[in-house]
Every structure is written in structure tokens, then in C-alpha cells.
């Protein structure tokens, strides 16, 4: 069982898991949850304009980035090792860059605001992301730990959710909007993406586990297949005065 923060803190609740293992959904009850308890909570749904058009959101997003500026210049040697990790293209960098640097924008608001929040997009899963994209394996642990350091005032929860492969894929199958790219025709069928999409987030999973102590963070990790997403909420916000 995680320990919970002191009450005066301002808190991260950071879901990490592949795309359709019920990230958004406990985040949204988990909000919904915490808001009825008089919290006041940010939502990196709402921070990063998830709803938007790809345009509107990208041009969203890199407003974001452009007025964290002052506070991004600390990150910028872990932002730009993303450039140095082999891509199979140069939209494919520009995009692992562009991801870290939308998360890291928005956890350097976080920061300098002091407000607590939920992310169902965090520094974990901008790793993810921008490591699926590479051609090699290249620790995320450096990024990570960076990223983090923008909300060093935080107490910090990261809740892994994890599910079958074949639950993620009905979840993404049944998605109208496609914003993963396993959730394309070609990625349903490509083994070897979605074995290497399911090795990347075991790594990085393990990682967040075994470092906790050291990063200062604490780590739950959740079944998310055949549970109900309500009671995972409760189980989540059961740390949180």
C-alpha cells in the first residue's frame, strides 16, 4: 500500500500503462472522485487539449511549451538526448521530442502553480512513446527522473496499469478516434510492434518499481482486464487524505 502525502502537499497522480489498458477511464473516475472530496485537481487531459483537432491540439500544445520556456532550459540536455536515440525517420524524433517537451510544459505549470493533479499522460508515458519510436534501446531513466524534478515540491504516485494483449486490442478496436499508433490496420496485425510496445512498458514498469525509493516516488500496480475501472478509482484514491 502506497503512503499517503502529507496533507498540505501538493500531489501527482501519473497512470502508466499501453494504450487501451483503461488509463483515461480511472483517471476520470479518480478526478471525479477527488473533486466531490474538495480537492481541486488539474487534468492532463485538459492541460494538453486531448479533444482538440491534430492541428488545434499540436498548435495548443506548443503554446504550452513556448510559455515554459524559462523553466524548460534546465531540461533541455534530457529533451535533447530524445534527438540522439536512432529514429527511423526525422518526423519520428521531432516527435518523441515534441511529446516529452508537451509533458515536460506542462509539469513545469504544475510546478511553478503548485497544484496537484492527474495525468493519464505523464513522463512515463511520454518515454514509452518516444522510446517505441526508436530503432534502439536507450534507458528513459535520466528523461524521467528530469521530468520529474519540474514538480520536485510534489508528492508523487505513479498506478501502473497493466492488461492482456488481447484486452488491449478489443479496447483499441472498438476507439472512434485513433491516436495511438498501435491502434492503425497495419499495427493490429504486426507482431513484432506489439511485442516490442509490451517490452518497452514491462521495462519501464520495472524501472519505476525498483527505483521508487530512489526517485521518491511510490508505485501500485493494477490489473486493469476484468476489474471494475470504479473500484480501481477507489483503490487509487485510497491514498490521498
Known amino acids: 500500500m502506497h503512503m499517503p502525502p502529507p496533507s498540505s502537499a501538493p500531489f501527482v ?26 480537492h481541486i485537481v488539474a487534468d492532463s487531459s485538459a492541460l494538453t487539449r486531448d479533444v482538440l483537432p491534430v492541428a488545434a491540439r499540436s498548435g495548443a500544445r506548443l503554446g504550452m511549451i513556448l510559455r515554459e520556456v524559462p523553466s524548460l532550459l534546465g531540461l533541455t540536455p534530457a529533451l ?10 526525422q518526423r519520428d524524433r521531432l ?4 511529446v516529452c517537451a508537451t509533458v515536460s510544459s506542462m509539469l513545469a505549470r504544475l510546478g511553478r502553480r503548485g497544484e496537484s493533479a492527474v495525468l493519464d499522460q505523464g513522463p512515463a508515458q511520454a518515454a514509452w512513446s518516444a522510446r ?17 524534478g519540474l514538480c520536485r515540491h510534489h508528492w508523487w504516485h505513479v498506478v501502473i496499469l497493466d492488461a492482456p494483449d ?3 486490442r478489443h479496447r483499441l478496436d472498438q476507439r472512434v478516434s485513433k491516436h495511438s499508433r498501435l491502434q492503425t490496420r497495419a499495427s493490429q496485425v504486426d507482431a513484432m510492434l506489439w511485442c516490442r510496445a ?39 484514491m485510497g491514498g490521498i487524505p
Not at 14 to 24: A, D, N, V, Y
Not at 95 to 98: A, I, P
Not at 202 to 231: C, F, G, Q, Y
Open 95 to 98: 516527435k518523441g521530442v515534441f
Open 198 to 236: 509490451r517490452n518497452i512498458f514491462e521495462e519501464i514498469a520495472d524501472d519505476l518499481e525498483k527505483a521508487a525509493d530512489r526517485n521518491s516516488i511510490t508505485v501500485t500496480r493494477l490489473r486493469s482486464d476484468d476489474t471494475d475501472p470504479a473500484h480501481m478509482a477507489r483503490v487509487v
Open 132 to 148: 517505441l519510436r526508436s530503432e534502439q534501446d536507450r534507458s528513459a531513466d535520466g528523461l524521467l527522473s528530469a521530468m520529474r
Open 80 to 89: 535533447l538526448s530524445v534527438l540522439t536515440w536512432k529514429q527511423a525517420s
Open 166 to 168: 488481447q484486452t488491449i
Open 13 to 38: 497522480i501519473e497512470f502508466f500503462g499501453l494504450p487501451g489498458s483503461g488509463k483515461t477511464t480511472v483517471a476520470r473516475l479518480v478526478i471525479e472522485g477527488l473533486n466531490a472530496r474538495g
